[in-house]
């Protein structure tokens, strides 16, 4: 069986909220999309998004359809949006899905995990926390293979400029997916940047260990990456399997 709370804040900077969640505890299905684009372009895309991906894996029945051919659906869907109201022209957000496929009966369960943009996936086992995903951004696609340290990167003016997000007027998405196995205690946080990007890893690993309930540790992260100064949104899901 698997628990699960999500929970979203608009930061300290930002009056609106361009982050979208959903949380299917039930279907086993969980999504986090992060929206770009001027005036309500980034909220419409990644509601849109989430909830396209989400109608997607449902229709046919979670596990019945590729995670891949889900986030193309999603993908052509708000870029038709896009045309459809020029106001919206522009608009594209990262998309995260994780969800279970396959039980392991007592011992847990296995997840498939796809993403695209940078928003993020992580797995607690045992005291360890590990990345699932991968960044499409400069920093790590191209900025990384340009000779510059670790700290240059850091504060690269292109450091948050992503190479690839669902929406943007490509007809070819890259999907970045994988697979995890899951123990009884595990759990998986996903996470837009608003909490990956201002706190640290260390912090995220404490709280995850912690014995506090997932909604207490839910809400735990997001006041962190407020204290941090909170300049975007802030979107945590976390699942833990029970």
């Known amino acids: 069986m698997l628990e699960a709370f999500g929970f979203s804040d608009p930061g300290c900077v930002r009056s609106n909220n361009e982050d979208y969640f959903i949380n ?5 299905i969980f999504i986090v999309a992060d929206g770009m684009g001027g005036a309500a372009g980034g909220e419409f895309a990644s509601q849109l998004s989430a909830e396209k991906v989400y109608q997607s894996l449902t229709a046919a029945g979670n596990g019945k359809v590729s995670l891949e051919s889900a986030f193309v659906a999603a993908h052509h ?3 038709q949006a896009a045309i459809a109201t020029p106001d919206l022209d522009g608009m594209a957000t990262t998309l995260l899905l994780a969800r279970a496929i396959e039980s392991n009966g007592s011992s847990g369960v296995k997840f498939e995990v796809g993403s695209v943009g940078d ?13 699932l995903t991968r960044d499409q951004t400069w920093v790590v696609e191209v900025g990384s293979r340009l000779g510059l340290t670790a700290e240059e990167l850091k504060t690269h003016h292109l450091r948050h400029v992503l190479t ?12 970045f997916s994988c697979t995890v196995d899951l123990s009884v205690g595990d759990q998986i946080l996903l996470c837009s940047d608003g909490l990956h990007g201002v706190v640290d ?11 506090k309930t997932i909604a207490d540790k839910c ?8 204290e941090a100064g909170g300049p975007d949104n802030i979107t945590v899901l ?3 399997v029970t």
Do not use: N, P, T, W
């Open 77 to 79: 869907y708000v870029q």
């Open 24 to 28: 299917d505890a039930a279907r086993e």
């Open 201 to 211: 890893e260390k912090i995220l690993l404490e709280a995850l260990e912690s014995e």
């Open 164 to 175: 690839m997000a669902v929406g943007i007027k490509k007809e070819v998405l890259r999907v």
């Open 219 to 226: 809400h735990y992260l997001v006041d962190a990456a407020k």
């Open 238 to 240: 976390l699942v833990r």
């Open 119 to 131: 928003s993020r996936a992580y797995h607690y086992h045992a005291g360890v926390l590990d990345l």
